[in-house]
């Protein structure tokens, strides 16, 4: 066989790194997940670019620099040319090498990352599912305060169905990525150096996210507890615990609501999950779902050990079983806050 040149060894990979794209793109199996790895083993060889033909152009324009220059410096050219005009050539060749590199290298990372994530996603029994991002946020907007955040953007990044099968509960929930956008005006002074100043206007887009988990929840209704940024219902109410008030504000349609809700286990249930997760707030509205949002990005996050330059390994470690401890936790608060409450609201 043949030898190939560099030209077929980079077009053999751009085409096997498309084809795990697609792949990935309609993987619904963990077994799918091994076929894209074990086509990497069978490639035969490393999933690296060659960068020869651009060192070698990188090489040649830095000699044709270096000459031009000292031509110029010997006056065989006697053209007015600035002496930096000799590196643009170099610099043009190291900047495409260098983008080349990062993009390709930034490729196969993000495929890696997304095979990861997919065979944690199956492993523990998460379904993505599309979703009109800006349509979602709006209707959840009507239910629950704390999709009401941001006055430039709203939208669902990330929507993901889930079950959790508890000792005493179980039930479907959604986890979700929502991100959104502040727009504001900056008003700074510009001067020009001889003692003039201008007063200048910029347009400036905060972004920030927020997570949580979404689900029916039959036992509260018109009730929030609020550990970030929430206003709050008419009637508030105060629990007996300092540490507790001290976290959270809760406020209902009714103080006695609020009074029933505030059990010790619930109290110490929420004092609990603030070692886990932060900036906490749990919604209830009147129809009986449950949103509990926060700011930790992580519950769905593991961290790979492995990746395409060890296709066995990674394998091996997509065959052992993805445990995400963090949410796992999460859901169990939400079946004891079912257990603590489903008899108070009857």
Same mark, same amino acid.
């Given at each position: 066989?043949?030898?190939?040149?560099?030209?077929?060894?980079?077009?053999? $990979?751009?085409?096997?790194?498309?084809?795990?794209?697609?792949? $990935?793109?309609?993987?619904?199996?963990?077994?799918?997940?091994?076929?894209?790895?074990?086509?990497? %083993?069978?490639?035969?060889?490393?999933?690296? *670019?060659?960068?020869s033909r651009y060192?070698?152009?990188?090489?040649?324009?830095?000699?044709?620099?270096?000459?031009?220059?000292?031509?110029?410096?010997?006056?065989?050219?006697?053209?007015?040319?600035?002496?930096?005009?000799?590196?643009?050539?170099?610099?043009?060749?190291?900047?495409?090498?260098?983008?080349?590199?990062?993009?390709?290298?930034?490729?196969?990372?993000?495929?890696?990352?997304?095979?990861?994530?997919?065979?944690?996603?199956?492993?523990?029994? =998460?379904?993505?599912?599309?979703?009109?991002?800006? +349509?979602?946020?709006?209707?959840? &907007?009507?239910?629950?305060?704390? *999709?009401?955040?941001?006055?430039?953007?709203?939208?669902?990044?990330?929507?993901?169905?889930?079950?959790?099968?508890?000792?005493?509960?179980?039930?479907?929930?959604?986890?979700?990525?929502?991100?959104?956008?502040?727009?504001?005006?900056?008003?700074?002074?510009?001067?020009? %150096?001889?003692?003039?100043?201008?007063?200048?206007?910029?347009?400036?887009?905060?972004?920030?996210?927020r997570y949580g988990?979404?689900?029916? *929840?039959?036992?509260?209704?018109?009730?929030?507890?609020?550990?970030?940024?929430?206003?709050?219902?008419?009637? &508030?109410?105060?629990?007996?615990?300092?540490?507790?008030?001290?976290?959270?504000?809760?406020?209902?349609?009714?103080?006695?609501?609020?009074?029933?809700?505030?059990?010790?286990?619930?109290?110490?249930?929420?004092?609990? =999950?603030?070692?886990?997760?932060?900036?906490?707030?749990?919604?209830?509205?009147?129809?009986?779902? $449950?949103?509990?949002?926060?700011?930790?990005?992580?519950?769905?996050?593991?961290?790979?050990?492995?990746?395409? !330059?060890?296709?066995?390994?990674?394998?091996?470690?997509?065959?052992?079983?993805?445990?995400?401890?963090? =949410? +796992?936790?999460?859901?169990?608060?939400?079946?004891?806050?079912?257990?603590?409450? !489903?008899?108070?609201?009857?």
């Amino acid at each position: 066989m043949s030898r190939m040149t560099v030209s077929q060894q980079n077009r053999s $990979l751009a085409n096997l790194l498309q084809r795990i794209g697609q792949q $990935l793109a309609v993987a619904i199996r963990q077994q799918d997940l091994l076929d894209i790895l074990d086509e990497i %083993g069978r490639f035969g060889r490393p999933l690296t *670019f060659n960068y020869s033909r651009y060192i070698l152009v990188t090489i040649i324009s830095v000699i044709i620099a270096v000459i031009g220059f000292a031509m110029q410096k010997s006056g065989l050219i006697t053209l007015p040319l600035p002496p930096w005009i000799h590196a643009i050539l170099p610099l043009l060749s190291i900047a495409i090498w260098l983008i080349q590199f990062v993009y390709r290298r930034q490729q196969i990372n993000r495929l890696q990352d997304q095979l990861f994530y997919k065979n944690v996603l199956l492993d523990n029994y =998460l379904q993505p599912e599309s979703v009109d991002g800006k +349509q979602q946020v709006a209707e959840l &907007g009507i239910r629950f305060a704390d *999709f009401q955040r941001g006055n430039h953007l709203r939208e669902l990044t990330e929507w993901i169905k889930g079950q959790y099968n508890g000792n005493e509960h179980s039930f479907t929930y959604y986890y979700y990525v929502f991100h959104y956008v502040n727009k504001r005006t900056v008003t700074y002074v510009t001067s020009d %150096g001889k003692g003039r100043t201008r007063v200048r206007t910029r347009t400036v887009y905060d972004h920030f996210h927020r997570y949580g988990i979404t689900l029916p *929840f039959h036992y509260v209704s018109r009730l929030r507890v609020a550990g970030f940024d929430l206003s709050a219902l008419p009637h &508030g109410y105060r629990p007996a615990s300092n540490r507790f008030n001290d976290v959270f504000k809760v406020s209902a349609h009714d103080e006695l609501a609020a009074a029933k809700f505030c059990s010790p286990k619930v109290v110490e249930s929420l004092l609990n =999950l603030t070692n886990r997760l932060n900036k906490v707030n749990l919604e209830f509205d009147a129809s009986g779902q $449950l949103c509990l949002s926060f700011a930790d990005s992580d519950l769905l996050q593991l961290q790979r050990r492995y990746g395409f !330059d060890q296709p066995a390994l990674f394998a091996d470690e997509i065959r052992q079983i993805s445990k995400l401890d963090k =949410l +796992q936790s999460t859901l169990v608060f939400i079946e004891q806050l079912m257990k603590y409450t !489903d008899n108070n609201f009857q």
